[in-house]
T-cell receptor
Framework: DTGVSQNPRHKITKRGQNVTFRCDPISEHNRLYWYRQTLGQGPEFLTYFQNEAQLEKSRLLSDRFSAERPKGSFSTLEIQRTEQGDSAMYLC????????????FGQGTRLTVV | KQEVTQIPAALSVPEGENLVLNCSFTDSAIYNLQWFRQDPGKGLTSLLLIQSSQREQTSGRLNASLDKSSGRSTLYIAASQPGDSATYLCAVEGGNQFYFGTGTSLTVIP
């Protein structure tokens, strides 16, 4: 296992289009997180899954955003009707189910909305 | 709401110097604190994890300390090298998420 994998690495889309990102966590990790990072800022929390259950969502996750984790394995993050303000790096992280364990991040998906 | 602050925002040092990066947080009810490194345009690489019951962790030239009661952590980098140039982020785990600071951008000059 080579760590958390995110695809695609880069995505350029026109405003108003829908985009979907994929995250494959480390295989034995139950917890999965999505974060968004804009230039010069720290990552901001979007949502959290434990296995297939989405247990927490940030207010940043508007109605245009939806995330799934079918069967508790990979996860997808979809943005509908993209806006220029959605341009950012989208990061996925995973960790074991227990508290106080290390979180591992993927390389991120860079979204540019033109 | 947990707030994490990192000082300084940017730091430039000559190669070989020892340096300290600072991280503070407002709510001491944390599960752990983790330091990450981020290279431009890349994801986050985990450097050190300090669990809430621990006071410090070491890995090679890196040493991180945690003082929960005062809401502070430091990352000490010994004998800095140009390859250490990156942004360093600290994150505290609380509830169901990690709270991040805005990072310290480190440049090590050869």
């Amino acid at each position: 296992d080579t760590g958390v994998s995110q695809n695609p690495r880069h995505k350029i889309t026109k405003r108003g289009q829908n985009v979907t990102f994929r995250c494959d966590p480390i295989s034995e990790h139950n917890r999965l997180y999505w974060y968004r990072q804009t230039l010069g800022q720290g990552p901001e929390f979007l949502t959290y899954f434990q296995n297939e259950a989405q247990l927490e969502k940030s207010r940043l996750l508007s109605d245009r955003f939806s995330a799934e984790r079918p069967k508790g394995s990979f996860s997808t993050l979809e943005i509908q009707r993209t806006e220029q303000g959605d341009s950012a790096m989208y990061l996925c992280a995973s960790s074991l189910a227990m508290r106080e364990t290390e979180a591992f991040f993927g390389q991120g998906t860079r979204l540019t909305v033109v | 709401k947990q707030e994490v602050t990192q000082i300084p925002a940017a730091l430039s040092v000559p190669e070989g110097e020892n340096l300290v990066l600072n991280c503070s947080f407002t709510d001491s009810a944390i599960y752990n604190l983790q330091w990450f490194r981020q290279d431009p345009g890349k994801g986050l690489t985990s450097l050190l994890l300090i669990q809430s019951s621990q006071r410090e962790q070491t890995s090679g030239r890196l040493n991180a300390s945690l003082d929960k009661s005062s809401g502070r952590s430091t990352l000490y980098i010994a004998a800095s090298q140009p390859g250490d140039s990156a942004t360093y982020l600290c994150a505290v785990e609380g509830g169901n998420q990690f709270y991040f600071g805005t990072g310290t951008s480190l440049t090590v000059i050869p």
